[in-house]
């Protein structure tokens, strides 16, 4: 299964991501991951990113794309089990000259993309679950003002570490815009999908749990 996963920043795609490489041998194709490994390896897309964001631009579509193709190429050529279950495009495609980059790219591929899944959120529920989390300063574990909180105060469960930390832009203000940004620039490229029938919708607040399965359900299953 080749699939996008969209959802405003906090819907919970990059656990679900991680989930889905886990238990059905996909690989993660994540744009802001790819684009700085490519440029610190220094490969040709990399050094194009690179010159672009150091003249203090903004990466194109072109490049992007470009860096998909390069990565695609890595992936099908190994034919590992990286890729055994499929590939997840998260952060991509964002515009629709890039969705109509990425059937390219697939078809060039002998591929084809089979589902589009939106996790969807309540902007009100979001904004609360983002400003309420925080994580351990020592070993990274997640936790939530109210919905994890330590066993003991003050202590984190996996390490027993007593300094915990939360990301600055982790506030209702940043939460606000993101979701703007994600409606203005993302929710436009979802009528190309739907118009061919690969658009399948998942409720984003419920449990974590139960937004595996329903992702699961769609794709045909547990592959694990």
């Not at 002998?110 to 009100?124: F, P, S, T």
């Not at 997640?142 to 939360?166: E, I, L, N, Q, S």
């Not at 190309?192 to 749990?209: P, S, T, W």
């Amino acid at each position: 299964m080749n699939i996008i996963l969209l959802g405003p920043p906090g819907a919970g795609k990059g656990t679900q991501a991680a989930r889905l490489v886990a238990e059905r041998d996909m690989a993660q194709l994540s744009t802001g991951d790819m684009l700085r490994a490519a440029v610190k390896a220094e490969t040709p897309v990399g050094l194009q990113a690179k010159a672009v964001m150091e003249a203090g631009e903004l990466v194109s579509d072109a490049i992007v794309s470009a860096l998909i193709g390069e990565r695609l190429d890595v992936l099908f050529e190994e034919g590992g089990a990286e890729t055994a279950g499929g590939v997840i495009f998260d952060g991509y495609p964002r515009t629709a000259a890039q969705a109509d980059a990425l059937d390219m790219l697939l078809s060039d591929r002998g591929r084809a993309l089979d589902w589009v899944i939106e996790l969807e959120v309540n902007e009100a529920s979001l904004t609360e679950r983002v400003v309420g989390r925080y994580t351990c300063a020592s070993c990274g574990a997640g936790y939530h003002d109210r919905f994890k909180v330590p066993a003991v105060a003050d202590t984190c469960d996996v390490c027993g570490c007593h300094a915990f930390k939360r990301r600055p832009d982790d506030n209702a203000e940043t939460v606000g815009i993101r979701m703007a940004e994600y409606r203005a620039k993302t929710e436009p490229i979802l009528p190309i999908y739907e118009a061919r029938g690969l658009v399948r919708r998942v409720d984003g607040m419920a449990e974590m749990d139960v937004v595996g399965e329903a992702i699961h359900a769609i794709l045909g299953g547990r592959a694990d």
